[in-house]
């Protein structure tokens, strides 16, 4: 299943009437001849059919990038450009849009007489405009370059456009109610309609019918045989691998029976309680493979937390995971393994874990095992399905959205990284080393009531996930990050 969008940017140039439409035509054609050379033509379509000088022009190059099958939309100021036309252009493209504008070449031969464009002028005046009529856009931290720098900004917008696009073309897929003692894992569903992305919540029961009409399934042993492969020497309970691939079935199936008219899916699953008696098992390996498939899925039924992996999917193109920011790390393993190592304080490193739902490429090894939590009240044999491993040590961001309980969307962002230390401990777990984490925990986390899951995508995405939360409309008020030393936040005494 393809569950993420590809971009597909149209480059449309404009020019103000008053100033050389060759401005625009030649800047545009050096623009589209830098991200080729740079970085391929897939991203990427040049409208010929014309430069837009007039509401006219803005209708024909909308035809135009429509037919051609982008979507997504790169409003190039080639000189000063027509504020009402340009912004009308991002106003009636139906998905994301972004503007960037041409820098002044050089001022030799008349380059800045004849030659000269005043686009950095002109941003301003369609940064205007677009406020004046509510339209979103994503505008670079510095929009005006050469065509090589602008072709920068236009990759960059790559991810952003994707998962804008990809929102709109959501379903999340979600069985039961959240787990007694884990209302912080509940939300309104508004905000997720407001997105544009569709709900649709089911019962465990229903679910539960789904799994029995798939005994026998006769694709079975051939998902056994996958899983065989993929867990290969830490394959510890054989036993239980064909109920785990009648689940996988399950949910593949109802992905395909339930999508309706959308084109991507993320699942919010449940784990317990009940499900372990009732099913056998525990969905974590499962739901570890799916999300390497691309398909999100989050633990205890947690909404908020697979669309965050979503969107996460969506920009990094690999697979993230869903974890408990959970415990402080032992003041023996700081000593011996971090301290002197590494440059983090204490305070700065957590352990991030969760029972067996990160997949098996994020793990430096891993064993299918028993949820040992689980099983300090129930028989083990119920409990088998975690994928257990020390997590993939790197680069990551973690992050999440969040609905507030009334309605309002927030979120964070920090960059970090999991250190190369072994954590002495079980389920899917690694040692986290995120700047100034503690005050970022008790000023952002606590402070704004987020609630324990956080998605963790492989790799620094801070800067796209950043434009992505403020285009969907998180007030940048509303977006927390770690703040480096010195940079106080609200809540913060200074005298601390």
């Known amino acids: 299943m393809n569950n993420s969008p590809a971009a597909k ?23 589209v001849e830098a991200y080729t050379k740079k970085y391929g033509a897939d991203d990427i379509y040049e409208c010929p059919i014309c430069i837009v000088e007039s509401e006219i022009h803005m209708v024909q190059a909308l035809e135009d990038i429509k037919k051609a099958g982008c979507n997504a939309l790169c409003v190039y100021l080639g000189n000063f450009g027509p504020e009402i036309s340009e912004s009308l252009l991002a106003k009636h493209f139906d998905g994301p849009a972004m503007f960037c504008a041409a820098a002044e070449e050089t001022s030799k031969d008349g380059g800045l007489i004849q030659g000269r464009g005043d686009a950095y002028c002109g941003m301003l005046n369609a940064s205007y405009n677009l406020k004046l009529r509510n339209v979103k856009a994503y505008i670079p931290e510095y929009p005006v370059g ?17 998962a804008i696009v990809a929102l709109k073309d959501l379903k999340i897929i979600s069985f039961g109610p959240r787990p007694l003692n884990f209302l912080a894992c509940n939300a309104p569903i508004k905000p997720l309609y407001d997105l544009g992305i569709e709900i649709e919540e089911n019962s465990e029961l229903d679910l539960f019918e789904a799994f029995n009409n798939h005994a026998g399934d006769a694709r079975i042993p051939e998902v056994v ?53 009732q099913f056998g098992f525990v969905p974590c390996y499962v739901n570890s493979r799916l999300t390497a498939k691309g398909i999100p899925v989050s633990c205890e039924v947690d909404i908020y937390g697979c669309l965050s992996e979503f969107i996460g999917t969506v920009i990094s193109q690999d697979a993230v995971t869903l974890l408990d920011i959970n415990n402080s790390v032992p003041a023996d393993i700081y000593e011996e393994d971090i301290k002197g190592k590494f440059d983090y304080t204490p305070t700065d490193t957590f352990m991030g874990f969760h029972c067996g739902n990160t997949a098996s490429g994020k793990l430096s090894f891993c064993e299918m095992k028993y949820q040992m939590i689980m099983a300090r009240s129930l028989p083990i044999e119920v409990t ?13 961001t973690f992050f999440r959205l969040q609905s507030t309980a009334d309605t309002k969307l927030r979120a964070y962002i920090a960059q970090g990284e999991v250190l190369p230390v072994k954590t002495r401990s079980f389920g899917g777990i690694g040692i986290f080393a995120i700047p100034e984490m503690g005050r970022f925990y008790r000023h952002v986390l606590i402070q704004n009531n987020f609630p324990h899951h956080g998605a963790v995508a492989f790799g620094h995405f801070g800067k796209e996930l950043y434009e992505v939360f403020k285009y969907i409309g998180v007030d940048v008020e509303e977006i927390g990050f770690n703040q480096p030393k010195g940079m106080l936040y609200k809540t913060e005494n200074p005298f601390a």
Request: glycine share 8%; aromatic share 8%; charged share 30%.
């Open 9 to 31: 940017i149209g480059i449309v140039a404009v020019s103000r009437d008053c100033f050389p439409e060759s401005l625009s035509v030649n800047r545009r054609k050096a623009l």
């Open 146 to 162: 050469t065509a090589e720098e602008c072709a920068d900004m236009i990759h960059e917008f790559v991810p952003i456009s994707r």
């Open 225 to 277: 045989a996958d899983m065989e492969k993929e867990l290969g020497a830490g394959n510890k309970k054989p036993e239980i691998l064909e109920k785990l691939a009648q689940y996988e079935l399950t949910l593949l199936d109802w992905i395909e029976a339930h999508k309706g008219y959308r084109k991507y899916v993320a699942i919010a699953g449940k784990c317990w309680p009940a499900f372990q008696t």
């Open 384 to 396: 088998n399905g975690t994928l257990e491993g020390d997590i993939v040590p790197g680069d990551i």
